[in-house]
């Protein structure tokens, strides 16, 4: 007698294959959103260190640390991210940070092209900055995490800038950080709570021969006195000519104060354009990988999850420090 084995017909087989792709295509949104929920969850994690150092700082200097102040004869200041640093983990690459220098002099570079986890979103795809990207010799240490300096659309570098930038109509910064000025907690009158002290931004391309528009910084060549003139003008720019890029080096390196590297405005909406506006006047917006907006930690030490579509005077109204304005949760 013959037997006759069972085994899979060609259909059958096509059956299970199919089955099996349509519970990888149901599940596997399923894992991509719980490492997403990973991942913005060691985000937070970093946002909180850095409100924590922040108070660590405080508790020792009695005021917030200054970004982009000029040092006599120094040149490219340090940012508060740097300064900071040495009341988180990596006091040994602190250490080797000298803050009476530039922080591009070559003493400093071996600790500034460290990568500083602290400083890293994982959301982030950009963060590692590209092999080869160095600006004389100096390694390059990116930074996902920016200090607020409100909602003025001016650079502020110190007093010397009333008559070069404001003229008397550019409103003055009020944020948490800027130059020239210790702020301390009293100066926080609306409230630790009510302000923010840091933000996510993604780190640029590095490339001035393409434009993104999520994470480079845009030049329209206008003059913006408000920041409404800023925001409309920002959006207005026309960003695949590529004579109006700014710049593509945004978020590196970590130990460098300035606009594209370590600060952020709160003149536009979350993740939205960034612009620069010369002489001086900037609005970077706050921008990050994750879904539908960016987290925020507050001068309090605390994180919160702000929404893309929160009104837009909540959000400016968070980025001041003293202006008074009353926040509703119904605005987030």
Not at 247 to 274: E, F, K, L
Request: some cysteine; hydrophobic content about 40%.
């Amino acid at each position: 007698m013959r037997t006759q084995r069972a085994a899979f017909t060609l259909i059958e087989l096509l059956v299970v294959i199919a089955i099996i792709a349509v519970l990888i295509a149901l599940l596997l949104p399923a894992v991509q959103a719980a490492r997403e929920a990973a991942r913005r969850a060691q985000c937070v994690n970093n946002l909180k260190q850095l409100g924590l150092a922040m108070h660590n700082y405080i508790d020792s200097t009695s005021a917030v640390p200054l970004g982009r102040t000029l040092q006599a004869g120094t040149y490219r200041p340090f940012s508060q991210q740097a300064r900071i640093l040495g009341f988180m983990e990596d006091t040994t690459v602190f250490n080797t940070l000298n803050f009476s220098l530039s922080s591009y002099d070559p003493s400093n570079v071996t600790g500034a092209a460290v990568a500083i986890n602290s400083f890293l979103c994982p959301s982030d795809v950009a963060t590692q900055i590209p092999s080869g990207q160095v600006l004389a010799g100096y390694g390059w240490g990116g930074v996902n995490y920016r200090a607020n300096e409100g909602t003025s659309v001016a650079m502020w570098y110190g007093t010397d800038d009333t008559t070069n930038v404001n003229n008397g109509i550019v409103a003055p910064p009020n944020g948490l950080f800027y130059s020239d000025q210790l702020i301390t907690l009293a100066m926080v009158t609306d409230g630790l709570s009510n302000t923010a002290a840091f933000s996510e931004h993604v780190i640029g391309d590095f490339s001035n021969s393409i434009a993104t528009d999520f994470s480079d910084t845009f030049e329209p060549g206008t003059h913006p006195l408000t920041s409404d003139d800023a925001y409309s003008m920002c959006l207005a720019d026309n960003i695949n000519n590529l004579s109006t890029q700014g710049y593509s080096n945004v978020g590196a390196p970590w130990v460098y104060g300035y606009h594209s590297t370590t600060s952020y405005w709160h003149s536009a909406p979350p993740n939205t354009r960034s612009c620069m506006f010369p002489p001086s006047r900037i609005s970077t917006t706050a921008n990050s990988r994750h879904p539908g907006g960016v987290n925020l930690g507050l001068a309090d030490g605390s994180v919160r999850f702000i929404k893309s579509t929160i009104n837009l005077q909540t959000w400016r109204a968070l980025g001041t420090r003293n202006l008074g304005e009353v926040i509703s949760s119904d605005g987030y």
